[in-house]
């Protein structure tokens, strides 16, 4: 056996655990569908302080600045709004709303920003820009670049003029900061499926995960006027060759699967080194969460053997992994603090076989976006626009992305 259950928490049969976030000299952070965010004591496994900072389900929360190890802040996003906390005080310092007062249902924060993301209101979601030392209003707008739902947010860690999001509308834009206008900033649209989750897995590499578990790899473009650009690594419906039924997200060094069906209900943990999976070499936990979904994971830096679960069971759990030496887990997919410009310099042409490559890429004119989609009323978070799934499918996300 390669893992062990270490300690475990119970939040309530009924109330959802959402999200881990680290702060190293607080504890961990975990969010709640009910709206309260707990911190677990690194050293007793237990809660030491119960924020409540919504009334309903936090969509998503991370840590300003994600300054890990020396912050105390964080940012929780919810129907209301997006709102700031110090863990140290013992009510949230900032609140945020969109001007059309849409709930936020992503966020991310770095480089002394904080991006949040909106639930389609109208025509398009939108995408505000603060600054995390004055938050009085946005610094930044992208209000017409998603017709929906703004699922997943992610800076470039090395690069600050770099921003990535993810939209139920299929696509996940690339912004260019460094130009004052929307139009000029959105830099690459991938058009792709239903986005549950999108990052970075190397300075110019770029994965999509999609409500229906298809999986792909994407490259940046520069700024080339000789477009070359190559095809993106695309997985397709990962299910069957991962053997799971659903994607938890994707980490450095590891991807996160799970199954949820009766009486087969388990966490996978896929190794992930640069582009290359392992699922010969996967550590399998069963029963984690019994059937219920897997929500997040999270390896602790302090001692890289422990590793935290949640789910939709109401628990988060600790799990001692030191036994899996199958598992490469690193804290960064690459070095971040060496910083990077990406559009300065001409990229020099790399092999896309060899993923710890820098490979090549071009700029092209992002994909016009049908009248259509421009005008798109529904808000149905579930429904990809290129392709249809089936009952079960449907079945299976009501369950697991409400909230998201």
């Known amino acids: 056996m390669a893992y062990f259950n270490v300690a475990e928490n119970s939040f309530g049969a009924d109330n959802w655990c959402l999200k881990l976030r680290p702060l190293y000299q607080a504890g961990l952070l975990t969010s709640l569908s009910s709206g309260e965010v707990f911190v677990i004591d690194w050293e007793t496994n237990k809660p030491k302080q119960r924020i409540v900072a919504h009334l309903t389900s936090i969509n998503d929360m991370q840590v300003l600045d994600r300054d890990y190890a020396n912050g105390f802040g964080f940012a929780t996003a919810n129907e209301e709004g997006t709102k700031i906390f110090d863990v140290r005080m013992k009510d949230a310092v900032a609140s945020l709303k969109s001007e059309k007062s849409s709930p936020f249902l992503s966020v991310d924060s770095r480089h002394g920003l904080l991006a949040c993301g ?6 398009d979601a939108e995408l505000h820009l603060y600054d995390i030392r004055k938050t009085d209003g946005p610094v930044r707008s992208m209000i ?7 699922t997943s947010i992610c800076f470039h860690p090395s690069d600050p003029n770099v921003l990535m999001s993810g939209s139920t509308d299929g696509y996940v834009n690339i912004y260019d900061l460094a130009q004052p206008e929307e139009d000029d900033a959105l830099h690459q649209v991938i058009n792709f499926a239903s986005i549950h989750s999108c990052g970075w897995l190397a300075p110019k590499r770029i994965f999509t995960l999609s409500h229906m578990e298809t999986f792909g790899i994407h490259e940046l473009n520069d700024k080339s006027d000789d477009p070359t650009e190559p095809q993106p690594r695309d997985f397709g419906d990962i299910r069957s060759d991962w053997n799971c039924d659903y994607v938890v997200d994707v980490y450095p060094g590891v991807i996160a699967t799970g199954r949820s069906q009766a009486g087969r209900g388990e966490l996978q943990l896929i190794p992930l080194n640069s582009e290359q999976l392992d699922t010969k070499n996967s550590v399998v936990i069963p029963a984690a969460h019994g059937d219920d979904i897997v929500r997040d994971i999270y390896f602790s830096e302090q001692n890289p053997n422990l590793m935290y679960s949640c789910g939709e069971d109401g628990y988060v759990r600790s799990w001692n992994v030191q036994q899996a030496n199958q598992l490469q887990v690193v804290a960064q997919f690459w070095d971040y603090s060496k910083p990077l410009n990406l559009f300065q310099d ?25 009248e ?17 799934k089936s009952d079960k499918d449907k079945n299976r996300l009501k369950s697991r992305f409400k909230p998201y």
């Open 118 to 123: 909106t639930e389609l209101s109208g025509v």
């Open 144 to 150: 017409d670049s998603h017709h929906d739902d703004i």
């Open 346 to 370: 001409t990229v020099i042409e790399a092999d896309m076989n060899d993923p710890t490559s820098e490979p090549v890429g071009t700029v092209t004119e992002p994909e016009e976006k049908s």
């Open 372 to 388: 259509k989609d421009k005008e798109k009323p529904s808000k149905d978070k579930k429904k990809s626009n290129k392709k249809q």
